[in-house]
Structures are given as structure tokens and as C-alpha cells.
């Protein structure tokens, strides 16, 4: 864990913004000499010698920006409301610090290691990645500091995300109290892109740990209500969009014996949305479809939902990787329980966990 003293801790001990020492450390014209005397008395008292990002000479060998690696295209950080999310809550943090961001996609080719280990920046912010990802061990070499979201937890590596394992377990549960006949939607398992149907299929086979943990909630409130997990079909899809949404759910639907879709995200699921209403298909009578991560489009359509802040999550993840934060805040999710049709939104509560 690092124990560096942060900006806040600064901030705090002179009675001023943590914006007002970033200020006087890079930008002093824009705060008054009183202040600037404040904050370096402050940050003498604590033993503080200046931002972490603002160490760049080549002597310290530091750059003044942050990496983002993502195991996907670039387009994908554009397209992906969630990811999107997740980026502007580290382009925040970036604002705050006054520091760069840089995208590093990682496809797994031969070369991407090397060119995101080599890339000239301070630290890492990860989006979730394959528990065999060697490229874990390639950042935890560099000594620079690393946090990832979503998983999987790794030596040297710092952590954030929910409790994936128990919002499934609590949303499908919440869809099932009427349905009983459920299939899964599922994100893709690995870095292929490969859709495949299994049944009963075992959460230890997935690389994925989001995908993995998600998948072993829902098998476990199957299990609980007492339903045959080895019954229950689950799609794998290529990747997370509303169009794959929609073919997930015809394929699903085409039989007419699965009454509920437990689906890991909301793009996902409005597809699902799209395929039941142009099938004739009516929500919620004959069939309880439930997303993931509360966005706005989700919650106009009355999709049950998980709720999670991916903004957060990237917020405090880049603080603590540029030293503005000496520990991970805790995040939160909630069930946000609603009657969907497709086109109006229904009643709503909130359970909210950590």
C-alpha cells in the first residue's frame, strides 16, 4: 500500500484545496503568496516534497502522465457507455493532478507487453483482464504503481470493483421471485471472439474474473431457489454491444422455454429489449430481463438492474495511482429493482451493498 503523503493530507494541515497546493506546485501565479506560504509550511511540517506526477525531469524519471491500459480497441473506449464512465472518473482525477492520460490498448499481440511496459508514463490504471494476463507480472516489474478494475486480484497489483459474485446472486434473485426458466447472457469468457451456448456452464472454466464472478451469482441463486444449474443455458457473446444483445435473445427465445434473462450489462439487455419487442414477445409477463450498471438509457427503459459507479471507481483509482490518495475508497453497488416494458419505466427500490 502506498504511504507517501498525498496532496489532501497537504490540503488539509494548511486549511486549503488540494486544487490550491496542485497550484502551487505547478502553477503559483494562480494562487496568492499567502496561500503558497501555507502550503509549503504544510507540506514542510509533513514531509512532503511535491506531486508525485510533477517529479518529471529524466533525472527522476518521471513523465507527468498516467496509463490506461485496456484489453480492447481504442474505438471501444469511445463507444462503451460504461467504459466511458470509467475513463472520464480517471480523466478527472488527471484534471485534478494536472497530468496526461494515455491509452494503451492491449489485444495480447506479440508486441503489446513490451510497448505498454516501455510507454512513457508513471503509472497504470487497468481495465479488467484475463487471470493468465502476463502482462500483470510485466507491470508489477516495472515498480510503477498499478491498480485494476474489475479484476483479477494479483500480487503488487492494487484492486477495485464490486462484490460481482453477490450483485448477481441478488439481481437474479430479484428477477426469479415470478420466473423461473432463466438463460444468461454473458460477456465473452477470454480474449477471443467467439460466441458459444453452454449449459450449465462452470464459472472455473472463465478467464474473465468479472465474467467469472457474475456467472458463479446467478448459478448460486439458481441453486438456491432450487432450480437445475446444468439446465440453465448460458450465450457467451463476441463482445458488448445492443446488436449482439439482440441476436443473444433471439437465439434464446427462438424455443419459447426461457422465461427470464439475467444479462451482464446494460447494452446487452436493451438488445434483449429490441429482440422481445419485434417478436412480439411482452415484458414483464412472459419474460424478466435484468442488466448491469444502472446507466440512463437502462433506467428510462425500467430495467432491473446492478447499480455501480464506474466514474468512481475510476476516480479513485487514478488518484491512488498519481499519490493523491493513500488508500482505495470502498465501492458500492445496489439493486435498482423496476417493472420494465421496453418503453416506461415501473416501480423502483434500492438495496444498497458494498
Keep these: 500500500m ?3 503523503v498525498t496532496m489532501a493530507e497537504v490540503a488539509a494541515a494548511a486549511g486549503v484545496s488540494t486544487m490550491s497546493v496542485s497550484y502551487t506546485y505547478n502553477q503559483p501565479s494562480r494562487v496568492s503568496s499567502a496561500t503558497r506560504d501555507r502550503v509549503h509550511a504544510a507540506a514542510t511540517q509533513l514531509g512532503y516534497t511535491g506531486p508525485n506526477r510533477a517529479a ?3 533525472r527522476n524519471g518521471k513523465h507527468n502522465s498516467i496509463g490506461v491500459v485496456l484489453g480492447e480497441n481504442l474505438t471501444y473506449a469511445f463507444e462503451d457507455p460504461q467504459a466511458r464512465r470509467f475513463l472520464t472518473g480517471i480523466a478527472d482525477a488527471c484534471l485534478e493532478a494536472n497530468t496526461a492520460l494515455v491509452m494503451l490498448p492491449n489485444l495480447h499481440s506479440d ?3 513490451a510497448r505498454i511496459r516501455d510507454a512513457q508514463v508513471d ?3 487497468l481495465w479488467t483482464t484475463e487471470i493468465d494476463d502476463p502482462l500483470l507480472d510485466v507491470l508489477v516489474g516495472t515498480g510503477r504503481p498499478t491498480c485494476i478494475q474489475g479484476g483479477p486480484h494479483h500480487p503488487g497489483v492494487e484492486w477495485i470493483g464490486i462484490d460481482d459474485r453477490a450483485a448477481a446472486d441478488a439481481v437474479a434473485t430479484a428477477a426469479m421471485t415470478e420466473h423461473a426458466r432463466p438463460a444468461v447472457v454473458a460477456l465473452r469468457p477470454d480474449s477471443r471472439r467467439e460466441s458459444t451456448t453452454l449449459h450449465g456452464a462452470e464459472p472455473s472454466d472463465i478467464s474473465m474474473p468479472v ?4 456467472l458463479e451469482g446467478y448459478r448460486d441463486a439458481c441453486v438456491r431457489l432450487g432450480l437445475d444449474w446444468a439446465a440453465v443455458p448460458t450465450l457467451f457473446t463476441t463482445h458488448n454491444a445492443r446488436a449482439e444483445g439482440d ?7 427462438q424455443d419459447d422455454v426461457v422465461d427470464t434473462l439475467l444479462v451482464m450489462s446494460d447494452e446487452l439487455a436493451l438488445g434483449v429489449l429490441d429482440a422481445a419487442a419485434a417478436t412480439g414477445v411482452d415484458i414483464p409477463t412472459q419474460l424478466a430481463i435484468t442488466g448491469w450498471d444502472d446507466s440512463t438509457v437502462a ?3 425500467g430495467l432491473t438492474t446492478v447499480a455501480q459507479s464506474l466514474f468512481d471507481q475510476g476516480r479513485s483509482a487514478a488518484r491512488w495511482v498519481l499519490g493523491l490518495s493513500a488508500a482505495i475508497d470502498s465501492a458500492a453497488w445496489s439493486i435498482e429493482e423496476r417493472v420494465s416494458t421496453g418503453r416506461r419505466n415501473g416501480p423502483q427500490t434500492e438495496t444498497n451493498m458494498v
Excluded: I
Aim: charged share 25%; no cysteine; proline share 0%.
Design 2 to 4: 502506498n504511504t507517501r
Design 299 to 301: 433506467a428510462s427503459a
Design 123 to 125: 503509472g497504470y490504471v
Design 211 to 214: 465474467t467469472r464472478a457474475r
Design 111 to 113: 508486441n503489446d507487453n
Design 247 to 253: 441476436r443473444a435473445a433471439r437465439l434464446l427465445l
Design 56 to 58: 518529471r525531469s529524466l
